[in-house]
């Protein structure tokens, strides 16, 4: 629990934290800094029109951020905790215009992965949840994929181990109907 309580006070003291998820290893700060967020953006050489994820902790918590209707409801609690990041209408004056690339909307995500879950509890902020690598760059599944210069440039690593499996989460846009798979991964949705 050690390596919690560092990355929440990283994360509150506005620093980037690379960690695992139920999926990828993310790289992350807390959504309540922009500062952080440009900072990290630029870390990744992340173009500034590209949104990014966003993990939170509980559905109460993402309902702070995003409008979700009944019909989402029925994915979230089919799914969450789980690899499906959702894209939802989100309250703009709540989340900086980098991350929802400037329009209104928000991917959003509740890991399955006690880690994440735990530091956005203990910072009681959501944090971003973009997968830790440059720009372009592969996707690391183990720590072992990590690239070294990225984990000199954050920090704060917090170890552990996502769960193996190699896929991204799946990415779903709900902000209209018929809903529009962004991006294939685990999760397998019969729309």
């Known amino acids: 629990m050690k390596n919690i309580e560092k990355a929440v006070e990283i994360l509150k003291n506005g620093g980037i934290i690379i960690y695992p998820t139920d999926t990828a290893f993310g790289i992350g700060c807390s959504l309540n800094n922009e500062v952080s967020i440009r900072k990290l953006y630029k870390l990744l050489k992340r173009p500034e029109d590209m949104a990014s994820p966003v993990l939170f902790d509980s559905i109460e918590r993402v309902e702070e951020y995003v409008q979700i209707e009944p019909r989402v409801r029925q994915l979230t609690n089919k799914y969450w905790p789980g690899p499906l990041t959702i894209i939802l209408n989100c309250n703009r004056e709540k989340v900086p215009s980098p991350v929802r690339d400037g329009g209104n909307t928000l991917g959003v995500r509740i890991a399955d992965h006690k880690i994440p ?20 760059g592969k996707t690391p599944f183990l720590f072992s994929e990590l690239d070294k210069r990225l984990i000199k440039l954050v920090d704060f690593v917090v170890e552990g181990k996502t769960k193996g499996k190699r896929q991204t989460s799946t990415i779903v846009d709900c902000t209209k109907y018929p809903w529009k798979i962004i991006r294939q991964g685990q999760t397998l949705l019969d729309l």
């Open 117 to 136: 879950i735990e530091i956005i509890k203990r910072a009681n902020v959501p944090i971003l949840g973009t997968s830790a690598n440059f720009h372009g």
